[in-house]
Antibody, heavy 115, light 113 residues
């Protein structure tokens, strides 16, 4: 069974940083694009970023470009999201999801940006 | 960006009756490789989204056959042939033909009448 476990969320002040991690089991992520998707309270999902199998290409939604950085470690079967200069509007549950077709999601990790 | 528009926003259905959700995209989702990358997700209260359907009409493993997806170009439909209690929640369509960004519809909330 494919499982994703996201960690690293928490409460942070505006302007602060967090690093999220996603540990994947049951499948080798080296075969897939990997994504981060977030969901603000009471809202629908919003794609945040993705990274190609070998890490050579990375894409971001406009609202986080320049502040967030996605990375991956295929040997550890994990994907990270470094989030800097956090804003209140970044408050959400953050999920990692496998493949461009978002085949499998984890349970998510909650990020709250508030003073 | 491709805008995905779902209707209705909410749906109240009697158990055992059918339900239908529409999803429209702001441009055709036919990719240059011939595929149409339109997916459907279901999110139960308090849970993470789960993919039900990929590439318009392909059910994911373990998804009951009462769920079916259809459509082409810009118009797509998710149908539930006979709604069961476990089907409550919010349904989202999403496209992966023109990205970045991957985009989602606004969601359709299904409840039992």
């Amino acid at each position: 069974e494919v499982q994703h476990v996201e960690t690293g969320g928490g409460l942070v002040q505006p302007g602060g940083s967090l690093r999220l991690s996603c540990a994947v089991s049951g499948v080798s992520i080296s075969d897939y694009w990997m994504n981060w998707v977030r969901q603000a309270p009471g809202k629908g999902p919003e794609w945040v970023a993705n990274i190609k199998q070998d890490g050579s290409e990375k894409y971001y939604v406009d609202s986080v470009r320049g502040r967030f950085t996605i990375s991956r470690d295929n040997a550890m079967n994990s994907v990270d999201l470094q989030m800097d200069s956090l804003r209140a509007e970044d408050t959400a549950i953050y999920y990692c999801a496998t493949s461009l077709l978002l085949a499998v999601w984890g349970k998510g990790t909650r990020v709250t940006v508030s003073s | 960006d491709v805008v995905m528009t779902q209707s209705p926003r909410s749906l109240s259905v009697t158990l055992g009756q059918p339900a239908s959700i529409s999803c429209r995209s702001s441009r055709s989702l036919v990719h240059s490789d011939g595929n149409t990358y339109l997916n459907w997700f279901h999110q139960r209260p308090g849970q993470s989204p789960r993919r039900l359907i990929y590439k318009v009409s392909n059910r994911d493993s373990g998804v009951p056959d009462r769920f079916s997806g259809s459509g082409s170009g810009t118009d797509f439909t998710l149908k539930i042939s006979r709604v069961e209690a476990e089907d409550i929640g919010v349904y989202y369509c999403s496209q992966a033909t023109y990205w970045p960004p991957l985009t989602f519809g606004g969601g359709t909330k299904v409840e039992i009448k």
